[in-house]
C-alpha cells in the first residue's frame, strides 16, 4: 500500500527565513512524487513534480530514495507562500495520487 | 492546462433534502474522476472514484446509499448527497488526469455545501 506522510500540520515562519517541509512515503514500486498547493480561496494546484528536477517560485523537491523523502524547500520565503502544502504521490498507472494530511505554511511578514 | 469545473460552487439546503454536485472535464476526456472532502483547514480526503460506464468505488466508510455517483459520460461525473444533514456540511472537491505523460491532476475548484 502506498502512503504519504506529513508531519507538521502548520509550520510558521518569518518572512526570509528558509523553510522545509516535510514529506516522507511508502510506496512499493518507482514512486512518481509532487507537491500540490492551496492558497486560500482557490483551486488545488501542482507546484512541482520531481521527475522535472525543476523550481518553481522558489521551491525546489528531491527525492531521496534511501530515505523514502521529498522535502520541499525554499531558501528565503515569502509571505504569498502562505498556503496549504500537499505532498502527493502517484501510482504506476499515473492515474490516481495519494495525498499526505498537508501541511499549512505561514509567512509572517 | 486541462481545466476541471464543478458546479455549483457553494449551495445551501434544508435537512433532509438532496444536492447534487456536477464535475466536468472542459478540453479532455476522462474515464476516471475523483471526489474529494475536505473539513475546514484539514486536509482532502478521497471518497471515491467515479468511473465512466461502471460503478464507483468508495473509500472505507464513505456510504456509497449516501453519496451517489454517477460517471454517466467521458465528461461529466455527479456527486449527489442524499437526505443530506448538517454534519455533511463540507468542501467537496472532484479531480482528474488528462491522458497520457506527464501525471498531472486537475482539481475542480470545489463546493462548499452548507446544510441547515
Known amino acids: 500500500a502506498q502512503r504519504v506522510t506529513q508531519p507538521e500540520k502548520l509550520l510558521s515562519v518569518f518572512k526570509g527565513a528558509p523553510v522545509e517541509l516535510k514529506c516522507n512515503y511508502s510506496?512499493?514500486?518507482?514512486?512518481?512524487l509532487f507537491w500540490y498547493v492551496q492558497y486560500s480561496r482557490q483551486r488545488l494546484q501542482l507546484l512541482l513534480r520531481?521527475?522535472s528536477r525543476e523550481s518553481i517560485k522558489g521551491f525546489t523537491a528531491d527525492l531521496n530514495k534511501g530515505e523514502t523523502s521529498f522535502h520541499l524547500k525554499k531558501p528565503f520565503a515569502q509571505e504569498e507562500d502562505s498556503a496549504m502544502y500537499y505532498c502527493?504521490?502517484?501510482?504506476?498507472?499515473?492515474?490516481?495520487?495519494?495525498f499526505g494530511g498537508g501541511t499549512r505554511l505561514m509567512v509572517k511578514p | 492546462g486541462a481545466v476541471v469545473s464543478q458546479h455549483p460552487s457553494w449551495v445551501i439546503c434544508k435537512s433532509g433534502t438532496s444536492v447534487k454536485i456536477e464535475c466536468r472535464s472542459l478540453d479532455f476526456q476522462a474515464t476516471t474522476m475523483f471526489w474529494y472532502r475536505q473539513f475546514p483547514k484539514q486536509s482532502l480526503m478521497l471518497m471515491a472514484t467515479?468511473?465512466?460506464?461502471?460503478?464507483?468505488?468508495?473509500e472505507q466508510g464513505v456510504e456509497k446509499d449516501k453519496f451517489l455517483i454517477n460517471h454517466a459520460s467521458l465528461t461529466l461525473s455527479t456527486l449527489t448527497v442524499t437526505s443530506a444533514h448538517p454534519e455533511d456540511s463540507s468542501f467537496y472537491i472532484c479531480s482528474a488526469f488528462p491522458p497520457g505523460p506527464p501525471t498531472e491532476a486537475f482539481f475542480g475548484q470545489g463546493t462548499r455545501l452548507t446544510v441547515v
Open positions: 467515479s468511473n465512466e460506464g461502471s460503478k464507483a468505488t468508495y
Open positions: 520531481h521527475i
Open positions: 502527493a504521490l502517484s501510482n504506476n498507472a499515473g492515474n490516481m495520487l495519494t
Open positions: 510506496y512499493s514500486g518507482s514512486p512518481e
